[in-house]
Every structure is written in structure tokens, then in C-alpha cells.
């Protein structure tokens, strides 16, 4: 059992480059969420879905899409890379509404990424 | 924009001290839960504590919850080295779908 699942750990790239982070997760959860931590501003929602098929934008969007094709996968693009996207980005699942009473994150080990 | 600031920034204790953080929020609240992140790592659920709770244990840890003063406090009974990490509090809103987390509180606890 592996929990959740990001790919790759580190990645550089040249500004206007492309990428796509790949979560994965065992648990059969239903929502799933992106974040991007940077010193200081502690962790800010980037976008996440309720279910397959589904996607929300959350705080900060702009720069990135995202997509839900199967259930146990959520994917993070960056369709021309910036400085300013250089950060940590962590994958969380949860198999209940977090909004609800028991809603709790079940996180990745994040993804490295530095633009050039 | 941030939902919960954590107090302090940072902490640094001897092991078997208590180490208390503070975390306020700006808006009502369903639930208020406790992370742990280990340097380098991903975070780790501790403790959630719902808005009809007004303390809550898990452990060593204690967690109080005052939705009047939209406050809350984790407290780590006898620290260990282990416990070095930072602690983030997330509030989740009635009626959203997701957590808003805060800047967090570095420990560092000193053998």
C-alpha cells in the first residue's frame, strides 16, 4: 500500500519549457488536490477534484491546468514553465469531503521543481 | 490568501519540555486540523478537531479549539528530538471542498 505516489521527485527546466507531475494514489479516494508550498506562504491550493472527470481551480491557477482522466490519477501541467513556478508541489488525497467532520489529507513526498 | 497563522515561526526547546503553537483564522470554520512536516518530506495528518470540540488528545498532543477568539493551540507533552519538524494548522470551511493550511511553526527540539 503506497499511499500517494508523485513523479518525478525533481525536475529542472528552462523557462518556457513543459511538464506534466503525475499523483498517484492506492486508496481509492475520491478528492485530490495539488499544492505548491514556498518559504514562507506556507501551502497554497493550486487546483483539485472531486471525482473522475472533475477539476476546480483553487487559490493560485493561473500558469497550470490539470486533469482527472481515472480516478486514482490526478495530473499537474505546466504548459510554459516560469521562474515564479519554481517551488515544491505536493499531491493530497482524501476519501471524505474535508469540509466534512472526519475529512482528513493523506499527502505525497513532493515534487522539486526549479525553472531556469 | 492564508486562512490560519501559525505562533510562533519558531520554537526551539530542550527534549522533555512542553512546546505549545498558536494558530488564528479569519472565518467560521467546520473542522481545524494539526499537521507535521518533516524536512524534506511530505505532511502528516495529527489531529483534527471539529467546531462543537473544544479539546481533543491524540498521544502527547493536545489541541484546544476556542471558535469565539477563532483560535487554536497544539500542545506536545514532553518533546523529543523527533518531534523537530514543522507544525502546520488547516482550517476547512463550511461548504468548501478543500483545506486552507497556514505558514507554519518550526520546532526544534534539542536533545
Known amino acids: 500500500n503506497a499511499g500517494v505516489t508523485q513523479t518525478p521527485k525533481f525536475r529542472v527546466l528552462k523557462t518556457g519549457q513543459s511538464m506534466t507531475l503525475l499523483c498517484a494514489q492506492d486508496?481509492?479516494?475520491?478528492?485530490m488536490y495539488w499544492y505548491r508550498q514556498d518559504p514562507g506562504m506556507g501551502l497554497r491550493l493550486i487546483h483539485y477534484?472531486?471525482?473522475?472527470?472533475?477539476?476546480a481551480k483553487g487559490e493560485v491557477p493561473d500558469g497550470y491546468n490539470v486533469s482527472r482522466l481515472k480516478k486514482q490519477n490526478f495530473l499537474l501541467g505546466l504548459e510554459s514553465a516560469a521562474p515564479s513556478q519554481t517551488s515544491v508541489y505536493f499531491c493530497a488525497s482524501s476519501y471524505l469531503f474535508v469540509g466534512r467532520g472526519s475529512g482528513e489529507l493523506f499527502f505525497g513526498e513532493g515534487s522539486r521543481l526549479t525553472v531556469l | 490568501s492564508q486562512q490560519g497563522e501559525e505562533d510562533p515561526q519558531a520554537l526551539s526547546i530542550q527534549e522533555g519540555e512542553n512546546a505549545t503553537m498558536n494558530c488564528s483564522y479569519k472565518?467560521?470554520?467546520?473542522?481545524l486540523q494539526w499537521y507535521r512536516q518533516n524536512s524534506g518530506r511530505g505532511l502528516v495528518h495529527l489531529i483534527l478537531?471539529?467546531?462543537?470540540?473544544r479539546e481533543k488528545h491524540s498521544g502527547r498532543l493536545r489541541v484546544t479549539l476556542d471558535t469565539s477568539k477563532k483560535s487554536s493551540s497544539l500542545l506536545i507533552t514532553a518533546s523529543r528530538a523527533a518531534d523537530t519538524a514543522s507544525y502546520f494548522c488547516a482550517t476547512a470551511n463550511t461548504g468548501f471542498q478543500k483545506l486552507v493550511f497556514g505558514t507554519g511553526t518550526r520546532l526544534l527540539v534539542s536533545p
Open positions: 486508496m481509492n479516494h475520491e478528492y
Open positions: 472565518t467560521s470554520i467546520n473542522n
Open positions: 478537531i471539529r467546531s462543537n470540540e
Open positions: 477534484s472531486v471525482g473522475e472527470g472533475t477539476t
